[in-house]
């Protein structure tokens, strides 16, 4: 991915999330940077799993390599590859939780509504 392309839009459906392989992305929510996320780190897993539009735009801050993960492709996988993705994937979601708690952690910050 070229740096400035945007890779998902916010208000967009999609049922897709991407895994940073190398390279910066920049997150950004009603056109306000929010983050910037980088190799190992996801995006778009929001729409993955509630099928609901994109909060945000994320576009490559530098050249990127991702890794493009469809809801429909995982559906046709094994199931004992399906199994071990979503167990990984789990086990991902809760280190983001505990890191953004962590952070956040007396600062007044209301971590359920981000």
Known sequence: MRKGKVVVAEGE????FYIILS???AVKKENKSIATI??????GEMSYLSGKARVATVSAA????????S????????????VLFLRNFA???IRRLS??????????VNVSSQ
Do not use: P, Y
């Open 23 to 25: 390279g910066r992305a």
């Open 38 to 43: 980088g190799r190992g780190e996801c995006f």
């Open 99 to 108: 890191k953004d708690i962590n952070n956040n952690q007396g600062k007044g």
């Open 91 to 93: 086990l991902t979601l």
């Open 13 to 16: 459906i999609d049922d897709s």
């Open 62 to 69: 530098t050249d990127c390599i991702l890794l493009k993960i």
């Open 71 to 82: 809801a429909t492709l995982l559906d046709k996988a094994s199931e004992s590859m399906q």
